[in-house]
């Protein structure tokens, strides 16, 4: 039980490093668009969700490579590690 709970933390950790790129991104740019249309006093939603989407593209686009590397590493191990999880 300690050994899958281990794995269940670990595939929790991997999804928060994994997510934490994408999600800094979009949320360093919905930031700085708030400020820019409170400044400017527009205040269109559709604004912020094109940089936003832009910014999140871009992120996926340069970690892409290390997160897919990351999610295989992840998950050739565990399915290593089957047999011992079943028993």
Do not use: N
């Not at 709970?5 to 994408?22: D, G, H, I, K």
């Not at 949320?27 to 094109?50: D, N, T």
């Not at 970690?63 to 590690?81: D, I, K, N």
Request: proline residues 5%; positive net charge.
């Amino acid at each position: 039980m300690d050994q899958a709970f281990a794995r269940m933390l670990a595939a929790l950790e991997l999804a928060v490093r994994l997510s934490l790129p994408v999600l800094g991104a979009a949320f360093a740019i919905a930031l700085v668009m708030a400020i820019v249309q409170a400044w400017s006093r527009v205040g269109e939603p559709a604004l912020s969700a094109i940089p936003r989407a832009l910014a999140t593209l871009f992120v996926l686009g340069g970690t892409g490579v290390w997160m897919g590397r990351e999610l295989l590493v992840y998950a050739s191990g565990l399915f290593r590690a089957l047999p011992e999880l079943v028993r």
